[in-house]
Structure formats: structure tokens, C-alpha cells
């Protein structure tokens, strides 16, 4: 058939033939070849129009005058015919060359004059239009167009049936057809990319048929979230347009008022993301963040990534009108509707896969307003007026696999070095400085000149992994000569007679005081300084973009007193901006469901050939876009009563903090802390009755909550008590408000005597909490905690005065009662026990801290490094948690005998492992932008240990605190060097 | 006069007087504030520790960690000197010790104008603890506070007590500068000069004068320890001296151009003056 013919015909081989033909030959043979195909045309044409130029729009195949040979089937050789001869007049069309002065060759000029491609589309609908025919004809253009030594498409006669052909293939659904079709729509983008010129007359053809339009584009929208080759060259080839609109208005306009480009994207989104598993079938418990071999793996996961890649690209290069609006629908149609929801499912195991989704999201996205998107969506997106942010914070202290994906998302997270998250995470509650003494205000910015606080962190090493402790091959303390002067250095001290001496020796006027000279040191501690100042230094670079200097000075305290720290505007302001950003039109239609249903009817006009969505092969019936964010109706009772509602039920779900009552640090430890100790009872408690799950308060659980695809592991049972975010919503409402604080004050007492109780009794020797002394302060705080009076006025009366400080942190966040905020707190927490948590949590606590430490911000640094700052008696530094810890291992160490041995082999084990992840991980380092430090943490399985069992977590985290001193105090000496260096201008 | 002081790092500064607020540049630094100071040819010494002298504990509980800390305080020290900006001295920690601070001092005016004056700084090594760093000067200046035989500039009258952060080299070095624009004369290491000064200014003018005369004459001398940070002086090479120029020149005018390559960039979209996330409408970064 013609097009095999045509497609295979390489141009070489036709140019071999061509060579040497003179133009004048080649016309005659064009005109001769036309001449035969003319006649077998007018034999057939249904008109038999005496024009020789028949345009399309008096086409009608249905009604005609002539004979009935003219509507009868075409013989086989007339059409064959008709090929051989076409084949031969492309040829001849695509070596021509351009005439003098770029002017048409005779042959083009032949067929544009003769209006030669029209007329051979007309003739191939006037056969059967097949499939097959279509793809002839696209494959003819494909080739014509890459392949032709002039430039054709500024020609409306062979623009005009190229137009006319692409607009006929748009509602098709043959495979072959469509990568036909959409590898010559990437051909012509290329060609438009790279002369702009021809621009207007694709705008203009359309425009001849009644509409405004930019057919080549609409068409390649469909094809934006295919899979393979064809989704991925129609990707590119809009991409090319893209950067087009970024210089031509006229596109740009086009896009935005007239396609449903931005709204395919995004609610595109929308659609991939619900074809993805709700729930990931982990490879281990220390598995905590998708890495690309984990992804790889998932090809519908592969899938959304590809197009949201996209979304990165064309709000890289697009028109500013565009990003825009992409910007608010992927927000408004993909982050709130679908996002938002996901992250508040039901169940431990779909929460913790949404949220190592979207750690991995925020790791793909590289442009800055779509991550501004995505960030603005965390920090001040309210779903059920709770802050993304702050439930996201709180699983944290969820045990299990949750906790550690929350915290790789916030690895994430503080890897952007973005000011807006480290405000709203930690920085605002610093900066009132009332966590401090007033006095201490200017020792924020002090310097540790002399390395104390290094010291001090230093001096907590237990004792048991003091450096001659170790046998020798894991001795750290490498013998390394330390002073510079080399071999020669020690006779310095000895004549000190001669003053000029020009000797080669040291200075021997007696004055030179080399440092010792061979003095051994721990030469690990040379990799943490190395490794502290590459991330401090990188860090200081990144924050200089950053708005203040949080130094207690910038910005000033005393503006930002607590309760006068502002509170973000309900929804981000980005929302509503973006929202006007949105044409009207495309406002109104996305109400009604976008981008599918039923076909805009009003606006088909404009919006022609777009009706091609049919062909998007994404199922949306996404919650439309939502006009305005979402806001309590009046019939609901008022949002305190709500709040404490929450917290109430918290409290009686066993003390998971979903909803963040951080109103101090102390309660926080207290539940954390009931938590802990009742899990291991539970967890019995629920192996014998599988229909409930019973809590220690007398309540039961509905087994629905509890996960029931797990095996019978213990752990499996226990989420049920952990997961308590479908119990939030299922809770019965509580009729009266005084009822419900009774009920409320009852449960607090209850399970403070018995998280009491039940901490000493269930305790094994590791958990013991903290010191005597401690244990008090707590006790002391917990009351003041319920007493404190409010002291806002607008707050409602009396009966909720008292609770009022519970309040989420969704509606107001004023703490009297010194506060560092609720991330340090949950941090700090799961820090103290860290005996008790496994390696890789550890291993990620420790680094989530380390990359904290390395922020320059005085405020920041101050709080967590400093050990001379006097903070206020109910805040607790990371120091006095270190301390807490060391405390801990020095009495564990001394009640067993053989902790020193096992130390030793947690070390080689750990050692080991290093080893083998350096080894492995020379190759495929996942590219994040977050770096992982040299962690010894991956997704593959560690290799098992010989000696020691991992769930020795007490003796790995011994180890694994030694070092981590060792990680702060060389950042601390760092940024006594690399924060106060100045910087130029 | 066609001097140029460089510095044997290969990183020759500029000084031809006049300038003085342009010379410390951040680029100085780079070289001293890596810790890792293990010779790369030293061979790890398998000897017990005990051996070595004994350890420095003045600064810390760990006798191991004792190094990094004094190493640390006096990077630190040193970042002080280069925030300082004082005018005409330049310091420069040897390669051997971090202890021992080469330096040189130019004098703009008064008596002792045109003087080049190189020295060394000696740190007792239980900084900052001890006694106050020694100054010596490479050749004795005649000065009634400069010991005329060691050249050691009498700092103590200064700083009695060396007192832990109140007293930072910088001072020092400022307290060397000021010397040769105020003179004290007052319980002298050099009686001769302090009395000349007393009672024959025009003669002690003249000594002064040969003597700065005598110092320059040495300049181009080769240092007198020898270490790789020893400040060596050479006369003008265009073939070395003009592309170091130029590049110091070009590094000062775009500081920021330097770190492009590093590619790492923070975010924001705070209002300044703002505590609100995202506050900054239509921030110019997107």
C-alpha cells in the first residue's frame, strides 16, 4: 500500500535516484503524474464540479447530481493507481529544493497553485475513510513534513488538508492511528518551536472554520497522562508550546481562556493518584520512604509521577497566566479534594502510605511555585479545621511504621531550607523568646569561643562507650599525629639562645609552642566536623534568602509576644488569589464536574474539538473544584465545644495525640509516656478478644477499626487503639457542653492515676522515666496545666475556661506557659526514649536533629546547642534530654555485666553494615534533593547480624547515642567558626 | 615602591598601600578553617598515647577531644581578627601550628611611616587560659616597647591578665598597630629609644627611619621559619602578581558569583517584617 511504500522509501535511497535529475525533468514528471491522478479524481467526484479547485465546505458525500458510477465503491486499480502516482509526486515534492531567494520551487508552487493536497484528501474521504486511511494520510504528512527541503507549512493550501485531516482523526480510538497522530503533532510542535512564524497560521486555519482555535494543541491534550511512548511524546510536544506561550501572549491567552489544559492536568492528577495502591506492601518495618527502587516497582505510581513531572515542566517554561492557573487547580482540584482526604483515611496502614506519597511528591517536584503549592497546602490548608501541618506533626509519635514515614517526610521537609516551614514548625515559637530567661536574650547571638557547649555535650558520653573502652580494631581513636609540625617537631623547647636563627628547624627563640605532637584522637570525630560543616555551610548559603535573621532581635520579640503571633489566614491565601486567577468560564464548568460528563454545551463553540477529552483515557469523577474553602455551617455546634470534643476522645483512645494538645511540653510527655506503657499490656489484653479491643478505661473499640489484614502479630492488634482518625469522625456527639467537661475532667483524672500506675508496673528496667526530681516538676506542671486561667478575653465563658488551652492548634495557638512548640516536643519525646526505639528509628530521629542543629538561625541554634543558655524551668532543651538519656545507659551499664561486650558488637555490626551500604550504593544514589546524610538507613534489608539481635534496641542505641554526641558537638564547633564568618557585603 | 607582599599560599595579596579596607577577604579563611590538619603524608603513629606528651586538659573533660577545642577557639579568634578589618595587618596561621600566627604590619603615617614590619604570634598552647599571646617582631623595630635583642613587643603592659572572653587576639594586633602611632615610653624594653624619644626627637626620628630603612631592606628575605604559610615577599611579577589581582578584584565585586556553582538555595515567602508563611504576595521567585 501507498503508505508502507511511502514510510519505507528512505531518502537516500530516493536521492540516489533523484541525483543528477535536472528540476525541469522532475516537473514535467509531477505535471504528468498529476495530470493521470486528476483524471481518475473527476471520474469520481461526486460534483463533477467543472472548478478545478473544490473546496471542503461544499463537500457533501450524501447528496449528489451525478451518476451512479460517481458514488459507487472506487475499483482497486483506479485506487492504486491514484497511490503509485502520489507516491512518486511526494518524492519528487520533498527533494525539491527552495527556489532562489527562498521563494517556492516549481513544484510546490505546482501544488499550491493546483491546491494538490486538498484535493487528495477530499479523495481519500471520498473512499471509505477508514482507519487505515487515516493513518496513510498521517504517515504521508509525517514524512512530507520532516522530511521536505522547504519550508511547506506556510502554505495554506497543504496547511488548509493538513488541518482538515488532524481535526478528523481526533475522535479516534485506534491505537495505531493515535501514536500516528500524535507523533506528527510532536513533528509540527517542533516545527512551530523552532519558527515561531508559522504561529498565526495555525491560529488563522482555525479561524477560518469559526473558531478560535489551536487545533494542534487541543489534540494533544487527551494524550497527556497516556502511558508510553505516545503519552510521553504528546507531553513533549505540548511542552514545546508551552515555552512557546512563554513569548507569545496570544498563546498563553488561548491556553488559559479557551482549553482545559490546566484542569486536565491537574484533575488529571486527581485520577492517577486514585489508581494508586491505597496501601503499600512494605518490605520490613525499618522501610520508611519511597526510594526509586521501591517506585519503579509501581507502575501506576511511575505513572502519576510522569505526570507530575509534566505539571513541574510546564509551570517551568509556560506563560506566567498558566503556571498560574495550574497552579490554583492542581491546589483547589488535586491537593484539597484528594490529597487532603487521603492523608485522614481510616486506617493506620492508607494514612502512612499517603504520607510517603507525598514525601515522595515533595522530593520529585523541583520548580518552586508548584512546591510553594504543595507547601502552602501542608502549612495552611485546614481539613476538618485542623492544619495539615499539625496532624502531620503528631503521627510522629505514632508507633509503627506511620511514625517513621511521618518522620522521613519531615526529613524532607526541613531539607528545603524553606523559611515558611521552619516558622511555622519551630521558629514561631522561639520567637517571643519566652522560653528563656529575659536576661539570656543576648546570649542567644553569643558565640561558644571556647567550644564548652561542644564540651559539655562531649562529657555525656556514657561511660561504657568512652574510646578506652574499645578493643583495639573499633577503637575510633585512631592514632593519628595531630600536630602539623611532622616527624621533627619535639625538640622546639630546647636552645633559646640565638635570635636570628634562619635554621631549618621549628623557631627555636623558644616561643614556638607547636600543640603537642603526638597526640591521639578520635578520628571519627574528623568525619562529623567535616560532615557538620559541609551541611552547615550549605545551610547558612541556602537561608540567605530568607527574610529575617531570628536572632531575637529580627524578629523582635517583643512584637511577637504570645497570643499576639499572628495567626495564618484561614485557607492560604494562595487559594483565593489563585481562584481569581481562573477564568470564569472555566470556574463555572469546573462546578459541574471537570473535565469530563457531559459535554460543555454553551461554550462548545469556543471551546471546539476540545470535546475531545472522550479520548483522555483517566476516569475523573473527582470532587469538583470547590469555590471557597470549605467553612463550618451554622448548625454545627461551636468549634471549641468541637475541639474539646476531640481531645476528649483522644484521651479515651488510648492516648494517641492525633489532634495535638500540645499545649506544654509536660502533657505531652505524660501521654507519650501512658502510651508507652500501656501498649505492651494492651496489645495482650487484645489477643483474647478479637471481636473488641478493649481500652484500659472500659471502652470498646469496633473491630472495624482495627486492621484486619494483618496476620496475628500482636502489633497488628494494638493499631487498632492507635488509629484513631475514623474514630474522631464516628464519635457520638456530647449534648451538653458541662456534661462533657465533667466527663472530660473525670477521664484526665483516670488516666493520669493509672498512666501512673500502670507506667511503674509495666515498666521494664530500660523505661524507668527520667529522675525522681523530674517526676515531680511533671506532677506539678500537669496541675497547672488544668488550672491556668486564659487569659483572652474573647474567649467564650466559664465552663470552658478551663480547657480552653487545649484547644487545637487549628484555631488559636497562645501558650502561656512557655512552649517550644509541638514538633520539638514530639522530637524531644521519642528522643528520650530512645532506648527503647529500634535502630532505624533512631537513625532517623538523630538525623531529623542533626539537620535542625545545622540552621545558623541564632534563635534555632541557641535553643538546641547551647548548653549556657538559662532556659525557663518548664522548658526542656535537648541537653537535658541527653542528659536524661545518659542517665539511663550509665545505670543500665551498671546492672549488667556483660553490656560493654554487647556494645562491642552492636558496634561491628553497625560497622559492618556501613561497610556494605558504601558498597553497594557506589552506583544508583537516589537523586533527592534531601540528602541522606551518609546515613546508614535504606530501604533494603540490613544485613542479619552475627552476634547481636537488632532487638537489643537499648545496647544499639547506646552506640548510636555516643555518636550522636559526637554529630552536635562538632556542629556546634562548626558553627562557631561558619556562622561568624562575615560575609562579604 | 613596588612592593608586593605575598603570601606563599599562592594567593598573593594586595597591598599597595592605600587599601586598607579591602584586604580582608572571606577567600583568606578558607585555607585554615578545615580542621582536618593530618598532614597527608603523615604516617599514623602506632605508639601507645601515653607516650606523647601529656595531654592538654585545661579545655576540656575528654583528653582526646582537648585539640579540637583549642583548635576550634583559635579558628575562632582568627574569624574575629578577619571581622575586625584592622587596618594595614594581615595574620596568617602557620601550616605546622595553630598556635603560631605569621603577620605583618604596614604603618601609613607618623614616625614610622612606610614601616613593613613582619612578626609572629606565639599562643600558649592552655589558650585561653594562659599567659597573653607573645608578639615578636621578625627584626627587632626600634621602638621604647620593642625588646631591641628578641624583638618581642612588650603586650603584657597591655594585658595583664588574659582574660577567656574578654581578651581576643585581634586585640593584640590592634594593641601592635597603636603602638607605632602612640608612643609610651613609659618602663621600657628598649631604655635607649624611650629616652631618646624623651630627649632628642630628631635623633630618635632618624634611628627610627633607618631602621624602617633596614627592615624594608630585608623584605624580599626569605621567611625565617619555614613553614608553607610563612609570609614571603616578592618583588612585582605581572606574570603572577596581575592575574592574582585581577581576581581578587573580580571576586569582590560579585561575591555571590562564587557560590553559584553550589546550586544550593533556600526558600522563602515570608514578608519581611511578616511571621506568616507564604506572606509575600507574588514573591519574585516563582
Known amino acids: 500500500m501507498m503508505a508502507s511504500v511511502v514510510a519505507n522509501g528512505n531518502q537516500d535511497g530516493q536521492s540516489l535516484v533523484l541525483n543528477g535529475v535536472d528540476p525541469e525533468t522532475c516537473m514535467i514528471v509531477f505535471k504528468n503524474h498529476w495530470a493521470q491522478v486528476v483524471k481518475i479524481l473527476e471520474k469520481h467526484d461526486p460534483l463533477r464540479s467543472s472548478s478545478m479547485h473544490p473546496t471542503l465546505s461544499v463537500i457533501n458525500l450524501g447528496v449528489g447530481s451525478g451518476g451512479v458510477h460517481r458514488f459507487g465503491p472506487i475499483p482497486g486499480d483506479e485506487a492504486s493507481a491514484v497511490q503509485n502516482y502520489v507516491e512518486h509526486m511526494l518524492f519528487l515534492l520533498m527533494e525539491e529544493e527552495s527556489g532562489q531567494g527562498g521563494c517556492m520551487g516549481p513544484i510546490l508552487e505546482f501544488v499550491v497553485m493546483e491546491n494538490v493536497m486538498e484535493r487528495l484528501f477530499v479523495w481519500s474521504l471520498r473512499r471509505e475513510f477508514t482507519d487505515e486511511m487515516k493513518l496513510e494520510q498521517l504517515k504521508m504528512y509525517e514524512m512530507l513534513v520532516g522530511q521536505a527541503r522547504q519550508p511547506l507549512l506556510h502554505h495554506k493550501p497543504i496547511l488548509r488538508p493538513l488541518m482538515m485531516l488532524l481535526s478528523s482523526c481526533s475522535g479516534t480510538a485506534a491505537p495505531a492511528v493515535e501514536a500516528e497522530l500524535v507523533l506528527l503533532l510532536n513533528q509540527l510542535c517542533c516545527i512551530l518551536a523552532k519558527d515561531p512564524s508559522i504561529l498565526e497560521l495555525f491560529f488563522h486555519t482555525s479561524e477560518d472554520q469559526g473558531a478560535t482555535n489551536f487545533l494542534i494543541f487541543s489534540l494533544l491534550i487527551p494524550y497527556i497522562h497516556r502511558e508510553g511512548t505516545v503519552g510521553q511524546q504528546a507531553r513533549d510536544a505540548l511542552l514545546l508550546i508551552m515555552s512557546l506561550s512563554a513569548e507569545n501572549e496570544r498563546v498563553a491567552r488561548h491556553v488559559v481562556e479557551n482549553t482545559y489544559f490546566c484542569p486536565v492536568l491537574a484533575t488529571g492528577l486527581s485520577g492517577l493518584y486514585s489508581s494508586l495502591p491505597t496501601k503499600l506492601e512494605v518490605p520490613n518495618e525499618e522501610w520508611h520512604c519511597l526510594h526509586k527502587v521501591d517506585w519503579m516497582r509501581m507502575p501506576s505510581l511511575v505513572q502519576f509521577l510522569n505526570s507530575l513531572e509534566f505539571c513541574n515542566a510546564v509551570i517551568q517554561v509556560a506563560h506566567p497566566s498558566i503556571k498560574d492557573q495550574l497552579v490554583a487547580y492542581i491546589y483547589n482540584g488535586f491537593l484539597v479534594p484528594v490529597l487532603a482526604p487521603a492523608l485522614h483515611k481510616l486506617t493506620l496502614e492508607e494514612v502512612m502510605t499517603t504520607t510517603a506519597y507525598l514525601d515522595l511528591f515533595l522530593r520529585s517536584i523541583s520548580e518552586t511555585s508548584l512546591l510553594q503549592t504543595f507547601l502552602s497546602f501542608i502549612l495552611l490548608h485546614q481539613h476538618e479545621s485542623v492544619y495539615i501541618l499539625d496532624t502531620l506533626v503528631s503521627r510522629i509519635n505514632t508507633p509503627f511504621q506511620l511514625g517513621t514515614v511521618s518522620m522521613a517526610l519531615f526529613r524532607t521537609l526541613i531539607g528545603f531550607y524553606c523559611e515558611d516551614v521552619m516558622l511555622q514548625l519551630i521558629l514561631r515559637y522561639l520567637i517571643p523568646c519566652n522560653h528563656m530567661m529575659l536576661s539570656q536574650r543576648r546570649v542567644v547571638r553569643e558565640r561558644d569561643f571556647y567550644s564548652t557547649s561542644a564540651a559539655k555535650m562531649l562529657a555525656l558520653t556514657p561511660s561504657c562507650c568512652s574510646p578506652d573502652h574499645s578493643p583495639p580494631p573499633l577503637r575510633q581513636l585512631d592514632s593519628i599525629l595531630f600536630s602539623k609540625g611532622g616527624a621533627d617537631t619535639p625538640n622546639s623547647s630546647s636552645t633559646a639562645d640565638e635570635q636570628k636563627s634562619f635554621s631549618e628547624e621549628d623557631d627555636s627563640s623558644g616561643n614556638s609552642c607547636t600543640i603537642g605532637s603526638e597526640i591521639y584522637l578520635d578520628v571519627s570525630y574528623l568525619h562529623y566536623l567535616y560532615d557538620a560543616r559541609l551541611s552547615i555551610s550549605s545551610c547558612i548559603r541556602a537561608c540567605q534568602v530568607w527574610s529575617a535573621l531570628y536572632d531575637a532581635e529580627d524578629p523582635p520579640p517583643e512584637k511577637y509576644q504570645p497570643g499576639v503571633l499572628e495567626e495564618p489566614k484561614l485557607e492560604g491565601r494562595q487559594t483565593q488569589t489563585a481562584l481569581k486567577r481562573v477564568p470564569k468560564l472555566l470556574v463555572s464548568n469546573a462546578r459541574s464536574g471537570l473535565p469530563r460528563g457531559e459535554p460543555p454545551s454553551i461554550h462548545q463553540l469556543e471551546l471546539e474539538w476540545d470535546d475531545s477529552y472522550d479520548a483522555c483515557p483517566v476516569q475523573t469523577t473527582e470532587t469538583p473544584v470547590e469555590g471557597k474553602p470549605a467553612h463550618l455551617s451554622p448548625s454545627e455546634p461551636p468549634k471549641h465545644i468541637q475541639e474539646m470534643r476531640r481531645t476528649a476522645i483522644m484521651l479515651v483512645k488510648g492516648s494517641y495525640i492525633e489532634e495535638n494538645e500540645f499545649q506544654d511540653d509536660v502533657m505531652v510527655y505524660n501521654l507519650v509516656a501512658k502510651k508507652d506503657s500501656s501498649e505492651a499490656e494492651h496489645a495482650e489484653e487484645t489477643q483474647s478478644d478479637p471481636a473488641h479491643a478493649p481500652l484500659r478505661n472500659g471502652l470498646t473499640l469496633p473491630t472495624s477499626l482495627v486492621s484486619d489484614n494483618d496476620k496475628n502479630s500482636l502489633k497488628a492488634k494494638a493499631k487498632g487503639q492507635t488509629d484513631c482518625n475514623g474514630n474522631l469522625q464516628n464519635a457520638t456527639p456530647v449534648e451538653s457542653g458541662e456534661d462533657f467537661l465533667a466527663q472530660y475532667e473525670e477521664l484526665i483524672c483516670i488516666l493520669d492515676s493509672e498512666g501512673r500506675g500502670k507506667r511503674v508496673k509495666g515498666d521494664r528496667e530500660l523505661n524507668k522515666p527520667v529522675s525522681p526530681v523530674e517526676e515531680e516538676e511533671e506532677e506539678e506542671m500537669d496541675f497547672m496545666s488544668f488550672t491556668a486561667e486564659t487569659p483572652e478575653p474573647e474567649k467564650l465563658q466559664s465552663p470552658f475556661g478551663t480547657v480552653q488551652r487545649l484547644r487545637s492548634g487549628s484555631s488559636n495557638r497562645c501558650y502561656s506557659v512557655p512552649f517550644t512548640g509541638p514538633f520539638i516536643s514530639v522530637l524531644f519525646s521519642r528522643l528520650e526514649n530512645m532506648l527503647t526505639n529500634p535502630l532505624h528509628v533512631n537513625l532517623l530521629l538523630t538525623g531529623i536533629l542533626a539537620q535542625l542543629a545545622a540552621y545558623p538561625q541564632p534563635l534555632l541554634r541557641s535553643f538546641l546547642l547551647n548548653t549556657n543558655l538559662v532556659f525557663q524551668p518548664t522548658v526542656r532543651s535537648l541537653y537535658q534530654v541527653l542528659a536524661t538519656v545518659k542517665s539511663q545507659i550509665e545505670e543500665l551499664s551498671a546492672s549488667r555485666l556483660d553490656f560493654p561486650e554487647r556494645i562491642t558488637a552492636a558496634q561491628h555490626w553497625l560497622l559492618a553494615r556501613e561497610a556494605s551500604f558504601t558498597a553497594t550504593d557506589k552506583g544508583g544514589s537516589c537523586g533527592s534533593r534531601q540528602q541522606d546524610g551518609g546515613r546508614i538507613l535504606k530501604s533494603s534489608p540490613p544485613p542479619k547480624p552475627k552476634a547481636i539481635s537488632l532487638d537489643q534496641t537499648e545496647v544499639f542505641a547506646t552506640v548510636l547515642f555516643a555518636e550522636f554526641l559526637k554529630e552536635l558537638s562538632a556542629i556546634t564547633q562548626e558553627h562557631s567558626i561558619l556562622s561568624y564568618i562575615p560575609v562579604e557585603e | ?286
Request: proline share 9%.
Open chain 2, 1 to 286: 615602591e613596588g612592593v608586593t607582599c605575598s603570601l606563599s599560599t599562592a594567593r598573593p595579596d594586595e597591598e599597595q598601600g592605600g587599601h586598607a579596607d579591602q584586604k580582608t577577604s572571606p577567600a583568606r579563611t578558607s585555607h585554615k578553617k578545615h580542621l582536618p590538619p593530618i598532614p597527608k603524608n603523615a604516617v599514623p603513629i602506632t605508639k601507645p598515647a601515653s607516650v606523647g606528651t601529656p595531654s592538654h586538659l585545661a579545655n576540656g573533660t575528654h583528653a582526646s577531644y582537648g585539640p579540637f577545642y583549642l583548635e576550634y577557639s583559635l579558628m575562632a579568634e582568627f574569624t574575629l581578627v578577619i571581622k575586625q578589618k584592622l587596618p594595614g595587618i594581615y595574620v596568617q596561621p602557620s601550616y605546622k601550628s595553630a598556635l603560631m600566627w605569621f603577620g605583618v604590619i604596614f604603618i601609613r603615617h607618623g614616625l614610622y611611616q612606610d614601616g613593613v614590619f613582619k612578626f609572629t604570634v606565639y599562643i600558649p598552647d592552655n589558650y585561653p587560659d594562659g599567659e597573653c599571646p607573645k608578639l615578636v617582631f621578625d627584626t627587632p623595630v626600634f621602638h621604647p616597647l620593642v625588646d631591641p635583642v628578641s624583638g618581642e613587643l612588650d603586650v603584657k603592659r597591655a594585658f595583664t591578665k588574659w582574660r577567656r572572653n574578654h581578651n581576643h587576639i585581634w586585640q593584640v594586633l590592634m594593641y601592635a598597630r597603636t603602638v607605632f602611632y602612640k608612643i609610651n615610653t613609659a618602663e621600657p624594653l628598649n631604655p635607649e629609644a624611650a629616652v631618646l624619644y624623651e630627649k632628642d626627637g630628631q635623633l630618635f626620628k632618624s634611628k627610627v627611619v633607618d631602621g624602617v630603612k633596614l627592615c624594608n631592606s630585608h623584605l624580599f628575605d626569605q621567611p625565617k621559619v619555614d613553614d608553607p604559610f610563612a609570609i614571603s615577599f616578592s618583588p612585582w611579577n605581572p606574570a603572577v602578581h596581575d592575574e592574582a589581582k585581577e581576581r581578587m578584584f573580580t571576586f569582590k565585586r560579585r561575591p555571590e558569583e562564587h557560590h553559584k556553582g553550589a546550586q544550593v538555595s533556600g526558600l522563602s515567602w515570608v514578608k519581611p517584617g511578616s511571621t506568616q508563611p507564604f506572606s509575600k504576595v507574588d514573591s519574585p521567585q516563582s
